[in-house]
């Protein structure tokens, strides 16, 4: 495991740092237990909040210390939970923790904490939430699709079709992802056009969730090649003109989405 913190002399609560510990005792490079790492993570979510905490978590390595514990503790939903929450706190506070996270290989431990633990809402909302905020970039774009990204945000939105937020993020994610002409090729394929309808259709009272979805089927009409199977296994082609014909498109034209 990468050392973040040399140890000091003098133990840490299992609850939290205190004042006097700080966090260069209390994230320390032992591996902790199941629940110290929770403890931790949630630590680190409250410091990023700080200016001087943020800049200190980065010269401490804070991303590479969650990755290597999240490895260290692959099979504990608590601890990847709690892992994905931190990440994408630290993302979200900061640009540099988002390149870090790109050099670290990160995006590897998100999705395969996506397929460990499909059945798991939670780490399906954050595993979509990381990867809407990794896929900014072309470059970052690319890496994600190698690493199977848009295949694991498909699984989870179908996986867990009744969770609002799973759905927001996916579609959200999607929409970024579906920039790349290319993937929009490879979401069809995968049945991701009508895992994105079935989200508007399931969650039609929800705003965020129609507005991401449209803008996702906007962004994939942009290809001839895309088809969905509408009632009765009728083929509609998905350019803009044809999507028309589908309510959730109606919608989606009529709102702007997308843009």
Not at 20 to 40: H, M, N, Q
Not at 119 to 143: E, F, K, P, W, Y
Not at 185 to 194: K, L
Request: glycine letters at 12%; one cysteine or more; charged letters at 20%.
């Amino acid at each position: 495991m990468r050392q973040l913190l040399r140890s000091t002399r003098g133990g840490a609560s299992e609850s939290g740092p205190s004042s006097e510990v700080g966090l260069e005792r209390w994230l320390d490079d032992r591996i902790p237990t199941d629940a110290a790492f929770v403890a931790r993570c949630s630590a680190i979510e409250s410091s990023v909040a700080d200016e001087a905490d943020r800049a200190r978590l980065a010269e401490l390595d804070a991303c590479s210390f969650v990755l290597d514990v999240m490895a260290q503790l692959e099979g504990s939903h608590a601890a990847q939970s709690a892992g994905l929450g931190a990440l994408l706190r630290l993302m979200q506070s900061s640009n540099r923790f988002l390149v870090e996270m790109v050099r670290l290989q990160g995006v590897a431990a998100v999705l395969k904490a996506m397929r460990d633990f499909e059945a798991s809402a939670c780490i399906q909302d954050l595993g979509c939430r990381i990867v809407l905020t990794l896929a900014g970039t072309g470059s970052n774009m690319a890496h994600i699709t190698r690493e199977g990204g848009i295949v694991a945000v498909l699984a989870g939105m179908q996986g867990h079709s009744g969770n609002v937020e799973v759905q927001e993020y996916g579609c959200a994610a999607l929409i970024k992802l579906a920039l790349d002409p290319e993937n929009t090729v490879r979401m069809a394929a995968a049945g991701g056009i009508g895992i994105v309808l079935a989200a508007m259709q399931g969650h039609s009272s929800n705003a965020k969730v129609q507005e991401y979805g449209c803008g996702a089927l906007r962004n994939l009409a942009g290809n001839d090649e895309n088809t969905v199977v509408c009632g009765g296994g009728r083929h509609w082609h998905l350019s803009w003109r044809r999507c028309k014909a589908i309510p959730a498109m109606r919608r989606c034209k009529n709102t702007g989405a997308g843009r």
